[in-house]
């Protein structure tokens, strides 16, 4: 599909039986209109760029929770996309946790009206393939643009460690007696999920939806590939019954599962964002409010060339892969302790790990204070690790 510099306009192309848009040639498409993808278009177009959205499907609903620490959201959002917000949240491991920092559940429909995409820019096909120059489409069809940019995620398969979760909807009455008086609870370690300390942990994750729903959802947090959703599902439910909670069975479900990790491969010149990206923590699985941000230094570097990375950033995610890898690293039963140790850390040295995308200084900081208080358990998995890797590739430390 040739892209001339006119108007856009429809027309019918030799071999398809389907109406191509003609675009002017953009400055950008992105491929995948999920959170990532859509945000990024959002801000390319706030910013005065034309851009051009791929995706089959651009319009589906996402159906998933969002949740993220409240201060991760850019300011530019307006205020309605928070479903729910409170002042704190706890963790549970060996020990309880108040973590006084607010955190946000998203309200999807309102995040998916406010990153708004011109009509006329959204592209319903499949990508088969990107490159440098431009994007083929299943139909035939080809984009060329200034910058390409692949929001599609990242897939899971052999070898890739992925995150699972399964969850139940209940009404905050029924959710009390397994939130234990908690606002939000990020992490609950204990054991009365019936099983053995010296299998495959998961965790508790609860949050409340909205006034009338709260989401209980049984975690792996990382694994390869770690317990099924049958197994998830019945971890929840035998804790759920430990703790006095009783399910009706006709509760609405959420099934979770995605990489913990981006393809090992990008095409050289594309700009990636969202799972495919540093968004994606690699030691908590959390990427769309660092998505959120991400679109900005996207937008930045269509208009004027600057890098979407900097040494700082890919400095932080070499360092946080690492911290990743050590969550593979360590027996399943020092797991809940390490945690411990990460949230008896100040709430500054917790924020600059877990949301300073560009924090250096912070994040070695406060991965060195948590290496200084591990126990020989913690430390023997961090030198196994860092012996695997034989060294971290940070690109300016001195």
């Keep these: 599909m040739d892209h001339g510099r006119d108007r856009a306009s429809r027309r019918r ?13 953009p400055d950008a498409v992105v491929v995948g209109a999920g959170p990532a993808g859509r945000a990024a278009a959002h801000r390319i177009a706030a910013a005065g760029a034309v851009v051009v959205l791929v995706d089959p499907h651009p319009d589906r609903r996402w159906t998933q929770t969002y949740a993220m620490w409240d201060d991760e959201l850019p300011a530019w959002l307006p205020a309605d996309v928070r479903a729910t917000t409170t002042r704190s949240a706890t963790v549970v491991g060996a020990r309880r946790h108040h973590v006084a920092r607010a955190y946000t559940v998203l309200d999807t429909v309102a995040l998916q009206r406010a990153l708004t995409v011109d009509p006329a820019a959204v592209v319903r096909d499949v990508a088969v393939s990107v490159d440098a120059r431009g994007v083929t489409l299943r139909s035939g069809g080809r984009l060329g643009a200034g910058v390409v940019i692949d929001a599609r995620g990242s897939a899971v398969g052999p070898g ?6 399964y969850g139940v909807i209940v009404r905050p009455e029924v959710a009390e007696p397994a939130l234990g008086g908690a606002e939000t609870l990020v992490m609950d370690w204990r054991h009365d999920n019936g099983t053995d300390p010296h299998e495959h942990p998961t965790f508790l994750y609860g ?44 509760e609405a479900v959420e099934r979770v599962r995605f990489a913990m990790a981006p393809p090992s491969v990008t095409p050289a010149g594309v700009e990636v964002t969202g799972a ?10 959390y990427s769309v409010a660092s998505s959120l941000r991400r679109a900005d230094a996207l937008a930045r570097h269509v ?10 950033t890919a400095a932080v995610t070499s360092l946080r892969r690492l911290g ?30 877990l949301s300073g995308d560009g924090d250096l200084p912070g ?14 358990g913690h430390r023997r998995a961090i030198v196994r690790t860092v ?12």
Excluded at 160 to 165: F, G, I, K, M, W
């Design 13 to 25: 192309v030799a071999g398809h039986r389907i109406a191509l848009t003609v675009f002017p040639s």
């Design 160 to 165: 890739v460690p992925e995150q699972r979760a």
């Design 276 to 285: 495919r990206s540093a968004a994606l923590h690699p030691a908590t699985g």
């Design 324 to 353: 990743g890898q050590v969550l593979l690293g360590l027996p399943p039963d020092e797991l809940a302790d390490f945690f411990d140790r990460f949230f008896e850390l100040p709430v500054a040295a917790q924020r600059a790990y």
């Design 387 to 398: 012996g695997r890797r034989a060294r971290v590739s940070v690109p300016w430390l001195p």
């Design 207 to 250: 949050v409340q939806l909205d006034a009338d729903r709260v989401l209980l959802e049984e975690t792996s947090l990382v694994g390869e590939p770690g317990p099924d959703q049958p197994e998830l599902a019945a971890r929840l439910h035998r804790r759920l019954q430990h703790r006095g909670v009783a399910l009706r069975g006709d």
């Design 303 to 312: 208009v004027d060339g600057t890098p979407v990375t900097s040494r700082a």
């Design 363 to 376: 994040t070695a900081r406060a991965m060195g204070e948590l290496f200084r208080g591990a126990g020989s």
